[in-house]
């Protein structure tokens, strides 16, 4: 059996079931007191608001839409299996229901459509919104390339005096940075291990932008480096 049969089969056998559904969703807008030229507008909202959010299952979407469109696949698909037996139920037993019942009845049904409305806008609101998020074109990638340390000759470090290191140093002015407690292996730990080593060999420190380029962090990051390689210093 080749696939266009299969589709044909498929396609035939839908076509029936939304006419058999029609049917009795036609004659329950009936029983629920609705005017002749809006009760198709009961089987439509149904079945037809259950096929939109059947294709959205089916589409590469993003999982928690693709379950918001499920559930709401279930739950149409219900209400219309609901609505059909409430009807043949009521033409079986001679129609011979308490007005309590058919008031509850007529209810429940004209709830359906604003229901099944706020449901799909609700749905196709947030597949646009993921399509478009999906389209946006991506932020480029930030620059980490290290930025260079300026070297001193080796002629020359020891002439630099050790006061230049000091002033290079960048707490934060006028407040105080939280003084983190960096573990082995970490940027906060090699930063301050590059700092040390710059003090050592008497070098000019880089600026907290610079140092947060170097090590790939943001500068307040950075400019907490600095403050606790002052404070332990």
Known sequence: MGPGVVITAGLVATAAALYASYDGLWHLAELAGWSKSTRKGLPLTLDVAAVAAGVLVARQLGAELRALAWRGVLALVGASIAGNAVYHVYVVTGGNWP????????????????????YLIHLFARMSAEVQLADAPSEPEPDRSPVPVPQLDNEHQDDAPEAEAETNVYPMPG??????????????????????QLRRARQPFPTPAELALSLGCSDRYAR????TYRKSA
């Open 224 to 227: 907490g480096i600095f403050e």
């Open 99 to 118: 007005a309590e019942w058919m008031a509850v009845l007529s209810i429940l049904v004209s709830a359906v459509p604003a229901l099944a409305a706020g």
């Open 175 to 196: 407040q105080r940075e939280a003084v983190a407690v960096y573990q082995p292996g970490t940027i906060g730990e090699k930063g301050i291990e590059m700092l040390i």
